[in-house]
């Protein structure tokens, strides 16, 4: 007889149920997402091991979707219609066997990611042989899952009821020895990178920060033990859809915190490119900052100067604005290479070296203009008349004559 349980119970335990497969659901795409952005387009080394992760997701995904209907249409509550029993076992069949495959390719897909950073042969055969090992034993659950009441999913329901499926005691074997190698892969995978990182050649900084990612398989290993626990609501046939929530429900964690964590052990050189563009970024607006109080101290500078100058220098302002406006004038006409530098000699916000340089440059063409018409006017006025000769010099020349 089905135990009775009040309605909030119930309701609680089909939401619980449902928002779990949702949330896993989502978070395993969005790292899985991250995966792919930074296999591709960060260090562009997309390999088998992601494309068995997403394989892994899109059948977890497929699992997820079957408990979601399964949670609409009557799971977690007690099942009494042979309609509903007969719709609602179908979909569990093909619950049970997509959690197998999900389970099967996710281990692949870490196999081949440890393959790829081991440093020891001896650490690789532990590899082949824990993935092997989980292989087969998925392979076996999933046909058994399929053909343990005969090879028609429709009719699995009136066979169970005639007592014509495989007896509890195979069931009991099939789903412990799945649920215990794959805890005890996940723990292998767990510990291996302490081996890996024993003989590594980095600081003890480095170990610990990589040795942080890589076992973030751990907590795959954990919702396998907590899982293990609940494998016998499997074989509860009696108020099944009832028992059989608490599997169900660590059935979703366990695959989805191994998709996580498989993921975010691969997004290490998307964390440093990011962290080295907001160095960039950072560096580019203090630089900014520095430039734009530069100018404002140069521009405070050259009004003090401008505002000191008719006080320092000799010629009154009238004449001063008057001669630097000659000599731009002169210098434009001539079309040379300077024609930039002085056309620009009024512009208050540059460098105060600049300006003096282009004032010192106005001096020497004023200086060469004011030589250049001394010159000039030297050449075009006229000689002294001579001086008379002496007597003496007169009188002998004179004679000679």
């Given at each position: 007889m089905a135990t009775t349980h009040d309605d909030d119970s119930i309701q609680q335990?089909?939401?619980?149920?449902?928002?779990?497969?949702?949330?896993?659901?989502v978070l395993s795409w969005f790292f899985v997402a991250l995966r792919i952005w930074t296999r591709t387009c960060t260090i562009h080394n997309f390999g088998w091991d992601d494309g068995t992760i997403i394989l892994a997701t899109a059948l977890f995904s497929a699992y997820c979707a079957t408990m979601l209907y399964i949670e609409a249409n009557g799971g977690g509550t007690?099942?009494?219609?042979?309609?509903?029993?007969?719709?609602?076992?179908?979909?569990?069949?093909?619950?049970?066997?997509?959690?197998?495959?999900?389970?099967?390719v996710l281990k692949i897909s870490l196999g081949i990611f440890f393959t790829r950073i081991v440093i020891r042969r001896s650490q690789l055969y532990v590899i082949y042989t824990a993935v092997t090992c989980s292989m087969i034993s998925s392979i076996l659950s999933f046909f058994y899952v399929l053909l343990r009441c005969g090879n028609?999913?429709?009719?699995?329901?009136?066979?169970?009821?005639?007592?014509?499926?495989?007896?509890r005691s195979a069931?009991?074997?099939?789903?412990?020895?799945?649920?215990?190698?794959?805890?005890?892969?996940?723990?292998?995978?767990?510990?291996?990178p302490?081996?890996?990182?024993?003989?590594?050649?980095?600081?003890?900084?480095?170990?610990?920060?990589?040795?942080?990612?890589?076992?973030?398989?751990?907590?795959?290993?954990?919702?396998?033990?907590?899982?293990?626990?609940?494998?016998?609501?499997?074989?509860?046939?009696?108020?099944f859809f009832w028992n059989a929530t608490n599997i169900a429900i660590w059935s979703t964690v366990e695959p989805g915190v191994g998709i996580i964590a498989g993921c975010l052990a691969t997004l290490r050189p998307l964390l440093r490119s990011f962290l080295s563009k907001a160095r960039l970024l950072q560096s580019e607006k203090h630089s900014s900052r520095g430039r734009s109080g530069t100018g404002s101290s140069n521009r405070q500078r050259w009004s003090r100067s401008m505002h000191n100058m008719p006080t320092e220098?000799?010629?009154?302002?009238?004449?001063?604005?008057?001669d630097i406006a000659y000599r731009l004038k002169s210098t434009i006409s001539k079309r040379d290479s300077t024609d930039?530098?002085?056309?620009?000699?009024?512009?208050?916000?540059?460098?105060?070296?600049?300006?003096?340089?282009?004032?010192?440059?106005?001096?020497?063409?004023?200086?060469?203009?004011?030589?250049t018409s001394k010159v000039s006017e030297s050449r075009d006025r006229p000689l002294p008349p001579l001086p008379p000769l002496p007597l003496k010099l007169a009188k002998r020349t004179t004679s000679v004559v």
């Open positions: 335990r089909g939401q619980a149920q449902a928002r779990i497969a949702i949330t896993f659901l007690h099942v009494t219609k042979i309609e509903e029993l007969v719709d609602l076992t179908k979909w569990t069949i093909v619950g049970e066997a997509t959690y197998v495959l999900t389970v099967m028609v999913i429709n009719d699995y329901v009136y066979q169970q009821l005639a007592n014509n499926c495989t007896p069931d009991l074997f099939v789903a412990y020895q799945q649920a215990s190698i794959t805890t005890l892969t996940d723990c292998i995978l767990a510990a291996l302490i081996l890996i990182l024993w003989d590594a050649n980095m600081d003890i900084r480095s170990k610990l920060s990589v040795g942080f990612i890589l076992s973030l398989a751990a907590f795959g290993c954990v919702a396998s033990m907590i899982r293990f626990q609940y494998v016998e609501g499997l074989t509860h046939f009696e108020d220098v000799g010629p009154a302002p009238n004449t001063l604005s008057i930039d530098i002085l056309a620009a000699a009024n512009d208050p916000f540059l460098d105060w070296q600049s300006t003096r340089s282009r004032s010192l440059e106005i001096d020497r063409r004023s200086s060469r203009t004011s030589r």
